[in-house]
């Protein structure tokens, strides 16, 4: 079983790699991480009002300002290619036809969606990693990457290095978040036959969703609550001296796990019992 | 027939869509090494009882069996011998036909380059292999939908209207690429097809199907072709001609039609017809079979059975 897994996984992975529309995802997601690292620099009150900062810049917040940056591509810019791209991972082979050749050979119906789902982690993996380094590069070009300080006092409270583990873990975060974006897409894509179809309905349902974690009710329950907690976490820990990950990383993970699991087992479910016509 | 004698067999296979049955009650035997012809109008049910018979879609009720092994309960081993096409082939269009077909040969296993290379051969595509398919014309995709099928040595072939979208030529050579696989290979093909001719052409044995339901099912050269043969004749003297051809046994019925002379004949006797004409003193200037058609067929077999009914 694990050996088709591997098989399948492969497949989809070349499969990936010779589609133009992967590549072009990834393109808007990257040109996002750069030109918020350089708005944020000429614009920065603008950027800021735009990642919900009030329009307050914050000096001596250089090595935030180009994490963040990243991390705003990774929450906005990565949940919509993510929505786009795993909104037709399924429907696309469904709606062509090509779905029926590699079901009518010896393989599970489970393999094959464990199959795209291993996929879409590489696809978000690589687009966390980019965003990552290219938001890095952003920032070395744009910020000073030095330790931060007290303005006034001149304290070192963060540490270079410090802050970059931290930004390793704001990242990792964020493949959790945009992973749990790409799983809705692929559940939405195994119900959904039409390509087309599916990426609209991925990206519509997504945002009713998103404004539900403006209710408290609802808020700590519902993953798109966690999508930009790394980010803002990150951001807190550059102005904050005694803000760590913790206790906020525990219901991240609960979240995210529980809708990771939930979306899958569904999609495994449903795509089990369809007829495929 | 005894179980290793049988690759493919259906029992009581039904499917129901809402208030329609697509399929009922179906019935069918394949035997090990023949060319099996499945043969209805559009519409009859042939693709969705294919699509029951590879696992695509669950039957309503009845089961399907490759090599003995329910295809719902065990498709993993059961459809390890099997190849087929449903429908209009589909590729990724952004890959080359090789590539295609390397893709779905590693999911099926044992497949080397080598392999690729005969079965692209087989279709014709060798020349064209390298090619994107979003490039490739219909009767193209038609040839490499066959390829993909073949590509792991199949004990059972599955093709649903193999020859849609081909041309003439194109059209002969999958029939007689299919009669080789058969003869060469060993290889049992079940053949889904709405063209009476082409089914004649091939198939070893036949299953016809209408709405959704069982209309019979046999060797061809039994099923086909016990059935009436139509001729038309054309003569000098008409009246004449009638008097003899009707003191024939094997002559059904003789009728006027278009100027001419129509004869429904118990197997093909057009050489007899012409002797026994031209013996009596009537010329004899046209004498041609007519093809009959898919409904022809139907509707003798339909009004067969309402007889035999009544």
Known sequence: MLERILTLTKMELYKLSRQKYSYLLMLFVLLNAVLVGAGSRIFPALISAMRGGGGVVFDGYTFASIIASGTFSSAGAGTIAMLAFSGQMVAAETDSGTLKNILVRPVRRQEFIIAKAAALLVYCLLVVLLIGILSAIAGATFYNMGDISIPETGEVFRTRGEMLGNLGISYALDLFSIYTVGCMGLFLSVLINNAGWAVITSLVVYFPIMFLKNFDFFGAWIFPSYMDMGQNILREMAVVKSKSWTPDIYSFFAVTVLTIVFFLVLSLIIFRRKEIQ | ?310
């Not at chain 2, 009922?24 to 969705?48: C, H, M, Q, S, Y």
């Not at chain 2, 719902?72 to 990724?92: M, Q, S, W």
């Not at chain 2, 060798?126 to 038609?142: F, H, I, N, T």
Request: with cysteine; aromatic share 4%; proline share 4%.
């Open chain 2, 1 to 310: 027939m005894t179980a290793p004698d049988i690759i493919l067999r259906t029992e009581y296979l039904s499917k129901r869509y809402k208030d329609r049955w697509a399929v009922r009650d179906l019935n069918l035997v394949i035997p090990r090494g023949e060319v099996f012809g499945f043969l209805g109008p559009n519409g009859a049910g042939k693709t969705t009882t294919i699509r029951m018979m590879v696992g695509l879609i669950s039957p309503s009720s009845g089961s399907a069996s490759i090599n003995g092994l329910d295809i719902h309960r065990d498709p993993l081993n059961a459809l390890k011998c099997v190849g087929a096409i449903v429908e209009t082939p589909a590729f990724y269009g952004y890959l080359t036909g090789r590539e295609n077909l390397r893709l779905l040969g590693k999911l099926s296993g044992g497949v080397n380059e080598s392999r690729i290379d005969e079965v692209l051969k087989m279709v014709g595509l060798l020349d064209r292999g390298g090619d994107r398919v979003k490039g490739y014309s219909q009767g193209m995709r038609q040839r490499l939908g066959i390829a993909q099928a073949l590509l792991s040595n199949p004990e059972l072939v599955i093709l649903d209207e193999p020859t849609n979208g081909l041309d003439p030529s194109g059209m002969i050579d999958i029939r007689r690429l299919i009669k080789r696989l058969s003869a060469e290979q060993g290889i049992t093909v079940f053949l889904s097809s709405h063209l009476l001719y082409e089914i004649e052409a091939v198939c070893t044995t036949v299953a016809v199907i209408n709405e959704g339901v069982l209309m019979a099912q046999g060797p061809v050269n039994e099923l086909l072709k016990k059935e009436l043969v139509t001729l038309e004749v054309r003569v000098s003297d008409k009246g004449k001609a009638k008097e003899v051809l009707r003191g024939l046994d094997f002559i059904n019925s003789v009728d006027e039609e278009n100027g001419g002379l129509v004869l429904k004949t118990r197997g093909t006797h057009a050489a007899l017809v012409n002797k026994m004409l031209v013996e009596a003193g009537v010329e004899v200037s046209a004498l041609m079979p007519r093809e009959a058609s898919l409904e022809d067929f139907f509707l003798k077999l339909t009004g067969a059975s309402t007889g035999d009914r009544a």
